[in-house]
């Protein structure tokens, strides 16, 4: 977090904004300036990957309670907004802590995105 981005908007906030949806996200890694922050980036980049994740594990859930005849339908629909709720408060912590200038590498995904801001 030792680099500067002229912007008017500190690092933090921007790591922050990374976690509101996947466009800020996207955005952040493809403008410049924004792009040449390491910490940005890790930030963009761990939220990129933990919506997709999200949206994969939602996606075999509903495909799942389509194709399934023997599980009710309320255990994938419960499972679904457990999924929703999980992806929610994850990112609302991540956006916390990157808003107080924490690097918080999420199991999984934070070292592939350290990796990634880092190239």
Known sequence: MNETVDTGISQNSLGALSYLTLIPAVLFLAIPPYNRSTYVRFHAWQSIIVGAFAFLINFA??????????????????????????????????????????????????????HQANR
Request: with cysteine; hydrophobic share 55%.
């Open 61 to 114: 859930f509903s495909s799942l309670m389509q194709s399934t005849t023997f599980v009710s339908p309320r255990v994938f629909l419960t499972l679904i907004a457990l999924v929703g709720v999980v992806y929610t408060l994850t990112m609302i912590w991540c956006a916390v802590r990157a808003l107080n200038g924490h690097l918080i590498k999420l199991p999984l995904v934070g070292k592939w995105a350290e």
